[in-house]
């Protein structure tokens, strides 16, 4: 009686054995067959910035405080969104803010760029033009001598301030293999993310901006003790 | 019967023992002397004939006799570097106890005296008694038949080097070739090799980046350590190797003057593997660079070639190495301009390897993201060859395109830290991990005022953002 207890018990052992091989392979297999957009998108939550623990959309009040252009095609945006397509055709006046949300989440969560601390200071006129290069640099001047605690090393973590920095990470973006990002497209949610950085973070909402981000840089040192210490040391915070 | 069988295979055993005797007893070399002797008699006489003096005529057809009925015999050198070379047994006109002057007019081989190249006695500089042959042209020395001698037999690892190819030997002990006559190939070589970047994957003896295998020792690599099936698919000019003709020599050309992933397949469909591995990462050199040309002539393969060949960790006796820089870079130069300092910090850190030249033309990486590739969904309805073609459209980045989306604090910061190999994003998710990362620079002693150079230097080659979208 005891051997068929024993023989029953290995038997039992192998079939959980194999039980649990079939699920590492189904968890494996699932993990193989995902896509390049997703392996992107998951490298990117694997090196996480504290800009990803922040809100994924602007806040209704804000919304409506900015000009309408930004949120034209939003419902058409949100339905994509839905459907994890992020390259799907959009409506031509579709506004920068609802692109940003698509287009941008091919790869990372819309809150990278919605909470970063870019600043972008525009220019005037056409943009590229040495008139706009040059009127940029001198409001970015003005700026720096009205406010120099945005440049503060202290606040580092909470504004970085360029007369480029969106234009050239829109670009950078862009340039990455199968970014869906059209040169059209890119030029609307660049305009969307200059707006929203000179009225969100800088002026009148630089010290809700400023808590917001101590916050998220709080959390984001509770959260990723590791990670915190190496962008720390690379001075990427 | 059967005793007139037997009788019939005893015959046949001695006619077989016979012909083995006299095939013994009648080699080629035996020929070659023969005929080498009775050449120069020939000449010797016809030379007798137009002297005037009677005396002196006689004496030298006396000599010409003398020379017709030399005994035949293998000769031998025993070099200085401990080899034993018996070339001059059927090469008897660099045998120099037979011909004192090392020279003749005979134009066929093994009846030739040694040519000068480019003006030099070679005799002279490395007198043939004492250095013997294979030191600069390979080969077999000991052996007694032309194709064992030459070397493009089984288990022979360095077979005859010819032409220009010649050239890897001199720098083998001439570490000064870069500025020596006569080794003009070899200098270029190493020139190219430099300028191309290739250094930017492989280390020598330690000098480089170690993305892939070292080439200090490529020299001495034994063929073993190469797949038969990978040399069975080397085409060079369109066609395939001869197996006596599946040497180093042609494996390192084939792998410049021709496309590597077409021989270095390996498996990126994991079809004989558990996990995918992706063909070779090396450079297809035969594709345009970015100003539409072929990057690398079938000349400049040869001359590349030639230079690895010469990276050998055989031991030279310390007397016979002339002293100079050797297979390493030559040391820096001095620059002014932050700009020129940094095109330089390019080539000499060998960044074209991945970005090409002067960041031109982002090179291959198989199964990175690249332009052209379709969707995944696609992908999947592919057939083997078209799926495999479409993992090859990776790409590294061309950074004329995208270095202006930089500042020069983030290209700093970039080059610093590098991409590791993981963080290579693939195209198709199932498939091998892209060969080629980018290494994180700092720990590979790019740092400082090279470094910050660098990246002024880049910061001029990038294309304005404003041609895409015109902000």
Same mark, same amino acid.
């Given at each position: 009686?005891?051997?068929?207890?024993?023989?029953?018990?290995?038997?039992?052992?192998?079939?959980?054995?194999?039980?649990?091989?079939?699920?590492?392979?189904?968890?494996?297999?699932?993990?193989?067959?995902?896509?390049?957009?997703?392996?992107?998108?998951?490298?990117?939550?694997?090196?996480?910035?504290?800009?990803?623990?922040?809100?994924?959309?602007?806040?209704?009040?804000?919304?409506?405080?900015?000009?309408?252009?930004?949120?034209?095609?939003?419902?058409?945006?949100?339905?994509?969104?839905?459907?994890?397509?992020?390259?799907?055709?959009?409506?031509?006046?579709?506004?920068?803010?609802?692109?940003?949300?698509?287009?941008?989440?091919?790869?990372?969560?819309?809150?990278?760029?919605?909470?970063?601390?870019?600043?972008?200071?525009?220019?005037?006129?056409?943009?590229?033009?040495?008139?706009?290069?040059?009127?940029?640099?001198?409001?970015?001047?003005?700026?720096?001598?009205?406010?120099?605690?945005?440049?503060?090393?202290?606040?580092?973590?909470?504004?970085?301030?360029?007369?480029?920095?969106?234009?050239?990470?829109?670009?950078?973006?862009?340039?990455?293999?199968?970014?869906?990002?059209?040169?059209?497209?890119?030029?609307?949610?660049?305009?969307?993310?200059?707006?929203?950085?000179?009225?969100?973070?800088?002026?009148?909402?630089?010290?809700?901006?400023?808590?917001?981000?101590?916050?998220?840089?709080?959390?984001?040192?509770?959260?990723?003790?590791?990670?915190?210490?190496?962008?720390?040391?690379?001075?990427?915070? | 019967?059967?005793?007139?069988?037997?009788?019939?295979?005893?015959?046949?055993?001695?006619?077989?023992?016979?012909?083995?005797?006299?095939?013994?007893?009648?080699?080629?070399?035996?020929?070659?002397?023969?005929?080498?002797?009775?050449?120069?008699?020939?000449?010797?006489?016809?030379?007798?004939?137009?002297?005037?003096?009677?005396?002196?005529?006689?004496?030298?057809?006396?000599?010409?006799?003398?020379?017709?009925?030399?005994?035949? #015999?293998?000769?031998?050198?025993?070099?200085?570097?401990?080899?034993?070379?018996?070339?001059?047994?059927?090469?008897?006109?660099?045998?120099?106890?037979?011909?004192?002057?090392?020279?003749?007019?005979?134009?066929?081989?093994?009846?030739?005296?040694?040519?000068?190249?480019?003006?030099?006695?070679?005799?002279?500089?490395?007198?043939?008694?004492?250095?013997?042959?294979?030191?600069?042209?390979?080969?077999?020395?000991?052996?007694?038949?032309?194709?064992?001698?030459?070397?493009?037999?089984?288990?022979?690892?360095?077979?005859?080097?010819?032409?220009?190819?010649?050239?890897?030997?001199?720098?083998?002990?001439?570490?000064?070739?870069?500025?020596?006559?006569?080794?003009?190939?070899?200098?270029l070589g190493k020139k190219l090799f430099y300028k191309h970047g290739c250094q930017g994957c492989h280390a020598i003896d330690g000098v480089g980046q170690t993305v892939t295998v070292d080439l200090g020792d490529i020299a001495d690599k034994p063929l073993e350590r190469i797949e038969?099936?990978?040399?069975?698919?080397?085409?060079?000019?369109?066609?395939?190797?001869?197996?006596?003709?599946?040497?180093?020599?042609?494996?390192?050309?084939?792998?410049?003057?021709?496309?590597?992933?077409?021989?270095?397949?390996?498996?990126?469909?994991?079809?004989?593997?558990?996990?995918?591995?992706?063909?070779?990462?090396?450079?297809?050199?035969?594709?345009?660079?970015?100003?539409?040309?072929?990057?690398?002539?079938?000349?400049?393969?040869?001359?590349?070639?030639?230079?690895?060949?010469?990276?050998?960790?055989?031991?030279?006796?310390?007397?016979?190495?002339?002293?100079?820089?050797?297979?390493?870079?030559?040391?820096?130069?001095?620059?002014?301009?932050?700009?020129?300092?940094?095109?330089?910090?390019?080539?000499?850190?060998?960044?074209?390897?991945?970005?090409?030249?002067?960041?031109?033309?982002?090179?291959?990486?198989?199964?990175?993201?690249?332009?052209?590739?379709?969707?995944?969904?696609?992908?999947?309805?592919?057939?083997?060859?078209?799926?495999?073609?479409?993992?090859?459209?990776?790409?590294?980045?061309?950074?004329?395109?995208?270095?202006?989306?930089?500042?020069?604090?983030?290209?700093?910061?970039?080059?610093?830290?590098?991409?590791?190999?993981?963080?290579?994003?693939?195209?198709?998710?199932?498939?091998?991990?892209?060969?080629?990362?980018?290494?994180?620079?700092? #720990?590979?002693?790019?740092?400082?005022?090279?470094?910050?150079?660098?990246?002024?230097?880049?910061?001029?080659?990038?294309?304005?953002?404003?041609?895409?979208?015109?902000?």
């Open positions: 009686m005891r051997n068929y207890f024993k023989y029953l018990g290995l038997a039992l052992g192998i079939v959980v054995a194999f039980g649990l091989m079939a699920l590492v392979n189904t968890v494996s297999a699932s993990a193989a067959g995902k896509s390049a957009a997703e392996l992107q998108r998951e490298q990117a939550l694997a090196n996480p910035y504290p800009n990803d623990l922040g809100p994924e959309r602007l806040d209704a009040a804000t919304m409506k405080a900015y000009p309408a252009k930004f949120f034209v095609g939003l419902s058409a945006a949100e339905k994509l969104m839905a459907k994890d397509d992020h390259t799907g055709a959009l409506p031509a006046d579709t506004g920068g803010y609802a692109l940003m949300l698509v287009r941008c989440s091919t790869c990372h969560s819309a809150a990278r760029p919605l909470n970063s601390r870019f600043v972008e200071v525009p220019g005037e006129g056409k943009p590229g033009t040495p008139a706009y290069i040059a009127s940029a640099a001198d409001a970015m001047k003005k700026l720096k001598a009205e406010h120099p605690e945005y440049f503060a090393a202290e606040n580092s973590g909470v504004w970085q301030i360029g007369d480029h920095i969106w234009s050239r990470y829109v670009h950078r973006m862009m340039n990455k293999p199968g970014c869906p990002v059209n040169g059209v497209e890119g030029k609307k949610i660049w305009e969307f993310l200059v707006y929203d950085g000179m009225h969100r973070k800088v002026g009148a909402g630089s010290t809700a901006w400023k808590a917001h981000q101590e916050k998220l840089i709080d959390e984001f040192k509770a959260k990723y003790p590791k990670r915190y210490t190496v962008l720390k040391q690379e001075d990427d915070l | 019967m059967y005793r007139k069988l037997f009788v019939l295979f005893n015959f046949a055993l001695v006619a077989v023992l016979a012909y083995a005797i006299w095939r013994s007893a009648h080699p080629m070399w035996k020929v070659y002397q023969r005929t080498y002797y009775n050449m120069a008699a020939d000449a010797m006489e016809k030379q007798a004939a137009t002297i005037k003096d009677p005396a002196a005529a006689a004496k030298m057809r006396e000599q010409a006799e003398d020379l017709r009925n030399t005994p035949l #015999k293998i000769k031998q050198i025993l070099t200085v570097f401990g080899g034993v070379d018996r070339c001059t047994t059927c090469h008897v006109a660099m045998d120099e106890f037979v011909n004192p002057t090392m020279k003749n007019d005979f134009t066929q081989q093994p009846y030739a005296a040694h040519p000068l190249v480019d003006g030099i006695d070679f005799n002279k500089t490395h007198n043939f008694q004492k250095y013997g042959c294979t030191v600069c042209h390979q080969g077999q020395g000991m052996a007694t038949t032309a194709k064992d001698a030459h070397g493009f037999v089984d288990n022979w690892q360095k077979p005859l080097l010819k032409g220009k190819y010649i050239q890897a030997a001199c720098a083998r002990c001439h570490a000064n070739f870069e500025h020596a006559k006569g080794m003009e190939f070899v200098a038969p099936y990978n040399f069975s698919l080397v085409r060079i000019d369109g066609k395939a190797l001869p197996k006596d003709q599946w040497t180093l020599q042609n494996w390192i050309f084939a792998h410049v003057a021709s496309d590597p992933e077409s021989f270095v397949v390996n498996d990126p469909l994991a079809k004989y593997n558990p996990q995918p591995i992706a063909p070779t990462g090396m450079v297809n050199w035969t594709a345009d660079d970015a100003s539409g040309h072929r990057e690398l002539s079938e000349q400049d393969a040869a001359a590349i070639t030639t230079f690895l060949l010469s990276l050998t960790h055989e031991q030279i006796p310390y007397q016979y190495h002339v002293a100079g820089i050797g297979p390493m870079p030559d040391p820096d130069p001095h620059f002014a301009d932050p700009v020129a300092h940094g095109k330089y910090v390019f080539e000499k850190y060998g960044c074209a390897a991945c970005h090409g030249l002067l960041g031109a033309k982002g090179r291959r990486n198989f199964n990175a993201l690249g332009p052209g590739q379709v969707s995944l969904d696609q992908y999947a309805k592919l057939s083997d060859a078209q799926k495999i073609a479409e993992m090859a459209k990776g790409r590294e980045p061309t950074l004329t395109q995208v270095v202006g989306t930089y500042d020069h604090q983030e290209l700093v910061n970039k080059i610093s830290n590098g991409v590791p190999e993981a963080a290579v994003a693939r195209y198709n998710p199932d498939g091998p991990m892209p060969p080629l990362y980018m290494p994180a620079w700092k #720990k590979r002693g790019l740092q400082g005022k090279e470094l910050d150079d660098l990246a002024t230097w880049l910061l001029t080659i990038g294309q304005s953002n404003q041609s895409q979208g015109g902000f």
